[in-house]
C-alpha cells in the first residue's frame, strides 16, 4: 500500500508538471498507452492471452475506469494539487452513497453518521 501510495503521489506531481506543457487528456492517453503496453509486455512473456468470456463486463468497467481516470486528471491539470488529490480521496463516500441510493443498502447509525460527516 505505501508503494501504490508513493506511485499515485508521483503521478499526480508528473501530470501537474506535465500540465504546462499538455492537455490532460494528452497525458492521460500517454500514462495509458504506457500501462498497456506494460501489461502487454508482461502478458506476452507469460504466454497469457488478453481473451476472455466475460469481455463485456472487462469493457464496462475499462470504459467506467478510463472515465474516472479522465476526471482525474482534468482535476490535477485546472486545481492546486491538494484539492485535486482531497477530491480524488472522497471517491469511498461516493461510493458509499451509490450503495445505499442504488442498491438500497441499510447503513448502521454509525457508518451514517461517518458517511454525513464526511461529506461536511
Not at 3 to 30: H, I, P, Q, R, T
Request: hydrophobic residues 55%; glycine residues 6%; positive net charge.
Amino acid at each position: 500500500m505505501l508503494l501504490a501510495a508513493l506511485f499515485f503521489a508521483l503521478m499526480s506531481m508528473f501530470v501537474k508538471l506535465g500540465a504546462s506543457s499538455y492537455g490532460s487528456v494528452e497525458l492521460l492517453f500517454w500514462r495509458t498507452l504506457i500501462g498497456a503496453v506494460c501489461l502487454g509486455s508482461v502478458m506476452a512473456w507469460r504466454g497469457q492471452s488478453p481473451l476472455t468470456p466475460l469481455w463485456l463486463g472487462h469493457l464496462k468497467r475499462s470504459f467506467i475506469g478510463y472515465l474516472s481516470m479522465s476526471a482525474l486528471f482534468y482535476a490535477l491539470t485546472r486545481l492546486p494539487l491538494s484539492t485535486a488529490v482531497t477530491l480524488n480521496y472522497t471517491s469511498s463516500l461516493f461510493f458509499a452513497l451509490i450503495c445505499v441510493v442504488k442498491l438500497k443498502d441499510h447503513l448502521t447509525r454509525p457508518v451514517l453518521l461517518a458517511l454525513l460527516s464526511g461529506f461536511a
